[in-house]
Each structure stands twice: as C-alpha cells, then as structure tokens.
C-alpha cells in the first residue's frame, strides 16, 4: 500500500522560511516523480513544484525563485523547502506521486500539511 506522509507544516511571518517532507513508503520511490500541490481556501489545488526521475524540475510563476523541490533517494523522502514566504503561499501543502501500470494510472496523495504565513 502506497502511503505518503507529510511534516514541517507551521505558521511564519511573511519573509520567512519553511521546509516541508514528504515521506514515501509502498513504491519504488526513485522509479517515481514527485509532486508537491496546494489547495487555499476556496480555491483550486494547484501544482507548485514538479521533480522527475531524472531531476528535472518545474515550478508554478509565482513561486520560482523561491522554492526548491529536492529529494533524497535513500530516505524516500521529498522536500520542498520554501522561502520569502509571502501571505499567498497560505495553504494545505500535499505531496502527490503516481503509478503507472499497462493498464492505469493510480495518484496517490499525502494528507496535507498547513502553511500559514502571518502578514
């Protein structure tokens, strides 16, 4: 069974920094890319930050330059460490990763860890 845990949500001050973990068990986790998504309330989850197999990375605008996506193979371990955190980056941060068989595509999700930055 895919599991994906979240940690290192917390409330900081506008200009401050956070690094969330996301913690991978049940799949081959360097066979896999990993996601990080947000949801704020009364908007859509949207995708923040992309890492492939292979390293490449892809962010949303208004977070380039501020956050990194990284992860650590041995560790099954994603990350995603934020900086000049601005009021707009409040939200439930989830980890996210797929698995793809012949067949189908099954996502799997993280249960989320809040962010909340204080202006």
């Known amino acids: 069974q895919v599991q994906l845990v979240e940690s290192g949500g917390g409330l900081v001050p506008a200009g401050g920094s956070l690094n969330v973990s996301c913690v991978a068990s049940?799949?081959?986790?360097?066979?896999?890319?990993m996601d990080w998504y947000r949801q704020a309330p009364g908007k859509q989850r949207e995708l923040v930050a992309t890492?492939?197999?292979?390293?490449?990375?892809n962010y949303v605008d208004s977070v380039k330059g501020r956050f990194t996506i990284s992860r650590d193979n041995a560790k099954n371990t994603v990350y995603l460490q934020m900086n000049s955190l601005k009021p707009e980056d409040t939200a439930v941060y989830y980890c996210h990763t797929y698995v793809l068989t012949a067949r189908r595509r099954d996502d799997y999700w993280g249960q989320g860890t809040q962010v909340t930055v204080s202006s």
């Open positions: 890492l492939t197999v292979t390293g490449n990375t």
């Open positions: 049940g799949i081959i986790f360097a066979g896999n890319a």
